[in-house]
T-cell receptor, first 111, second 112 residues
């Protein structure tokens, strides 16, 4: 157990819908990173938040957005969903060093 | 930006054999190189990491070597066991950014 929690574990929705994925970092970690992992694909970095502020952006679509709240939990919002958005979404937390600890992931299925 | 190449994409070995996975990176500013193990449907788990001021690091049956000049690093697993079967990802992270670029993964299959 990494100490990072993610909810929900599974999410099934239809095209065009909007969903919210939630992540709570390890106690004491200020950074949250979001990744997308599609079938047979590696881990694609989406976005990083540090202590409530956006720190870095990767290959995140405009239909996706994220935020980090004062209690340091983070939410990833995915809107106008397409079939190709079906993937595993991981968040990871970090404590100011390079090391990242991944949560269990949310499996999103768009039908 | 950083580009990480990982080989092979699939590696099949017999239990007890050694396994070696190799990665190359492009950004000479990268100074942190973690390796993650991911079992099917589960989260990536950090198994070992190395920083650019170190050439080799060992942890029981796992070792990582780094050649900064050639910009490549490798994961070595000795005495493989069936429970080592998983997908292994390498990554490279430029100093200060903490944003790793991942390789595409190696599926390791250990046959009993």
């Amino acid at each position: 157990d990494s100490g990072v929690t993610q909810t929900p574990k599974h999410l099934i929705t239809a095209t065009g819908q909007r969903v919210t994925l939630r992540c709570s970092p390890r106690s004491g970690d200020l950074s949250v990173y979001w990744y997308q992992q599609s079938l047979d694909q590696g881990l694609q970095f989406l976005i990083q938040y540090y202590n409530g502020e956006e720190r870095a952006k990767g290959n995140i679509l405009e239909r996706f957005s994220a935020q980090q709240f004062p209690d340091l939990h983070s939410e990833l919002n995915l809107s106008s969903l397409e079939l190709g958005d079906s993937a595993l979404y991981f968040c990871a937390s970090g404590g100011g060093t390079d090391t990242q600890y991944f949560g269990p992931g949310t499996r999103l299925t768009v039908l | 930006g950083e580009n990480v190449e990982q080989h092979p994409s699939t590696l099949s070995v017999q239990e007890g054999d050694s396994a070696v996975i190799k990665c190359t990176y492009s950004d000479s500013a990268s100074n942190y190189f973690p390796w993650y193990k991911q079992e099917l449907g589960k989260r990536p788990q950090l198994i070992i990491d190395i920083r650019s001021n170190v050439g080799e690091k060992k942890d029981q049956r796992i070792a990582v070597t780094l050649n900064k000049t050639a910009k490549h690093f490798s994961l070595h697993i000795t005495e493989t066991q069936p429970e080592d079967s998983a997908v292994y990802f390498c990554a490279a992270s430029p100093g200060g950014s903490y944003i790793p670029t991942f390789g595409r993964g190696t599926s390791l299959i250990v046959h009993p």
